[in-house]
Nanobody, 119 residues
């Protein structure tokens, strides 16, 4: 199975930047895609960005142009560079991995890292 550990969260003022990291271990070859999700207080979890491992990526409309997802496959690391942060970006950010069906399928979640943006 894949294990995911996030880091890099913190508190910043609006307009600031943070870079989140996610360390993957275990059966990383079972990951079909690596993603970031987030959950704000009182809200449902929402998709933020996906990296397909071949250089392709996609983003939610709310972060497009401000956030950049990237991977270092040699180090089994996933990153999320977040620029121009706004108070509405305040949330717990989760690294996730979509697992290949041949490896059992499903989605693996990390424990999350908190991002707080003050106005």
């Amino acid at each position: 199975q894949v294990q995911l550990v996030e880091s890099g969260g913190g508190s910043v003022q609006a307009g600031g930047s943070l870079r989140l990291s996610c360390a993957a271990s275990g059966r990383t070859d079972c990951s079909l895609s690596m993603n970031w999700h987030r959950q704000a207080p009182g809200k449902e979890r929402e998709f933020v960005a996906t990296s397909y491992g071949n250089g392709a990526s996609s983003y939610s409309d709310s972060v497009k142009g401000r956030f950049t997802i990237s991977e270092d496959t040699g180090k089994n690391m996933l990153y999320l560079q977040m620029n121009s942060l706004q108070p509405e970006d305040t949330a717990m950010y989760y690294c996730t991995a979509v697992v290949r069906s041949l490896c059992g399928g499903g989605v693996v979640w990390g424990l999350g890292t908190q991002v707080t943006v003050s106005s």
